[in-house]
């Protein structure tokens, strides 16, 4: 679990300017497009603090801001990890803060996205499933606190908080959107109570609540799940490549390019609020995710991974895989959003190339 934030630019900018009387007039004005253009850049700098920092997602959310100029400040529970991930050299300006910090950090910061949980990719043992649940409810609520307690004048404007797909349960007929109500299981469970906890947030603050599929992206030049990674793959290659389970369940889905570009999107556009699905347009069944999969990595894709496999490492958690849930983006095509990989099989390809 990883935690984020940044410093306000006004720290670091120079509170006057003096422009030397031998300008001449042309000089001048080419001064004051020079200045004019700077300062609409400051104008659309965000100061960002993001908790889950260090983790899939997060590592490249922060990238991205940090390319564009923007402020971050990573709120961490291990700052030798997130220093290691952030080096100075090839992260100037980015403040690391521990959970002593985290208050400082988020006043300063116009927003914050907080992306920070236990992984679920593990055996689901019952101490597993309550610090699951617990490592979101406890980074989220404690964001929430510093949020609703920070002054007026410094308090942040925006809140962009994780959730997940498994919110919706599983069916393998059913089709989710963003209206559709909440499952019965743990996951579901899950889901609603750390919603519940990002929407005690104060109502001026314009929540975002990104409900995150499975998030295909590249890691070390690995093809590496958000969910599964480390668990979907070796068993892949080790059964010649086939279906998981039945392989008629659904796989929603989405590219980590699409995942980082959504939420960077909602941190500045105030359309971007309420519950926002953050799939890709077009899930697909395992059997072809499997399909697809397999005619990338050059495997074959005929044997099918026996449940008993999957339970074998995942335990109660393998249900997520062997059932699933069909999730369709309806908000973020209303609003228009651009998905880079709609499909599956583009979003492999790039993957693995």
Not at 100 to 120: F, H, Q, R, T, Y
Request: with cysteine; glycine share 8%; net charge positive.
């Amino acid at each position: 679990m990883e935690v984020f934030c940044s410093l306000s630019w006004t720290h670091s900018i120079s509170p006057r300017l003096h422009i030397p009387h031998s300008f001449s007039v042309g000089e001048t004005n080419r001064f004051g497009v020079i200045c004019s253009a700077a300062q609409s850049q400051k104008a659309n700098q965000m100061t960002v603090s993001v908790t889950g920092a260090t983790g899939f997602i997060g590592t490249r959310l922060v990238q991205r801001l940090h390319t564009d100029n923007h402020n971050v400040c990573v709120l961490t529970r291990s700052k030798s990890k997130a220093e290691t991930i952030f080096p100075v050299k090839n992260f100037p300006g980015i403040v690391i803060a521990e959970e002593a910090g985290w208050k400082d950090c988020i006043e300063g910061s116009n927003a914050v996205v907080n992306l920070a949980g236990m992984p679920i990719s593990t055996r689901w043992s019952p101490e597993i499933k309550k610090e699951i649940k617990e490592s979101r409810i406890r980074v989220t609520s404690k964001v929430v606190d510093l949020i609703n307690s920070s002054p007026q004048g410094v308090r942040p404007t925006v809140l962009v908080s994780a959730t997940a797909v498994g919110y919706y349960g599983t069916s393998e007929t059913r089709v989710f959107d963003e209206n559709s109500p909440s499952g019965n299981d743990y996951l579901a469970e899950v889901c609603r109570e750390w919603e519940g906890t990002a929407l005690k947030v104060d109502k001026d603050v314009r929540l975002a609540l990104i409900r995150i599929g499975v998030v295909l992206g590249k890691d070390g030049g690995a093809l590496d799940i958000f969910t599964f990674a480390a668990k979907m793959i070796p068993l892949f290659m080790m059964f010649a490549g086939g279906p998981l389970g039945s392989g008629q369940q659904w796989f929603s889905w989405i590219h980590l390019d699409d995942i980082v570009n959504l939420i960077y999107e909602a941190l500045s556009n105030p359309s971007y609020k309420g519950v926002i699905n953050g799939t890709a347009p077009n899930p697909v069944r395992l059997s072809e995710m499997c399909n697809q999969l397999g005619n990338v990595l050059g495997r074959p894709s005929w044997l099918p991974v026996p449940d008993f496999a999957l339970k074998a490492v995942l335990g109660e958690g393998a249900s997520v895989v062997l059932e699933g849930q069909k999730v369709v983006p309806a908000k973020a095509k209303e609003l228009g959003f651009p998905f880079k990989y709609p499909y599956v099989k583009d979003a492999l390809k790039a993957i693995l190339s």
